[in-house]
């Protein structure tokens, strides 16, 4: 058994440029992508499970109102806020997941509760939050979740009578991937969808196989981007699939299930880490919110450039 360990976040791709982010966003969303990278880390560098390390990473990033999951998620078209996320096991491929909730303050929690307390995997809406009742996970007054720039985003998208996929392409979405010292791997995605979502609206977040995915034999997967091409796709999966029976390196799998997306009209993009402990990100965005910390030292953030590592 090696002790090596390697994490990877997302905090959503799409237009993150200097021009659109800079200034107190930039800060403020480094800091916090800094933060959630440090917590996940800790409970990895401390011999903890990649479960523990992705949830613990992905609830940092659902407190911080910078990101569109958990407090700073994205509005529906009719002013709600409805969340979806999802966890998954890579060692036994136990899965959890939850959509559009309302009252969850940290819905990975939610969804980690579905898989290790319900005998099912996809619970949703008043059901998924009957569920939570039932284990006394913490809700919140829906007021808790939003912030004023989500907001604007969707009065900006009624004004121009945009649909869902016109809203400035900033995605938002947060999701984690580890490898821990016992070379099990684990993803956990969280978000609030689309700006101007619709008619119980689910994204691919919270669909195993689409925006997460984990499985010990190839990868663990988190995705961002325009959900319905994601799951129009399969990318996640199809990332673990290319690994696993073509022999793709991770990199060529991640840019491929990619290219795939784009190909029917998607962007976005993905972290992925694997059983020998790669930890990488592809996007096709101009920018991603993303961060990495392993055990041989590397501790990085990033917004910009640079789609591939
Ligand atoms: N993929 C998410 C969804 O379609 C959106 C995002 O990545 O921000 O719900």
Redesign the pocket.
Known sequence: MTQTWSLVLHG???TITPARIGGAAEAGASEALARARDAGAAVLAGGGSALDAVETTVRVLEDDPHF?AGRGAAFTLDGRIEL?AAIMDGTTRAAGSVAGLTRIRNPITLARRVMSDSPHVLLSGDGAEAFAATLGVETVDPAWFAVTERRRQLDELVARGGNAFDVDMK???VGAVARDVHGHLAAATS?G??TGKRWGRI???PLIGA?TFADDRACAVS??????Q?IRVGVAHEIAARIRLAGDAAAIAAAAALSDVRALGGT?GVIVVTPSGEALWHFTTPGMYRARATSAGVRDVALYGESAT
């Open positions: 959503g791709a799409g569109n979806d995605y938002g979405t978000t969808g689309v994204g691919d977040s925006g995705c961002t981007g325009s959900g319905e994601f976005g």
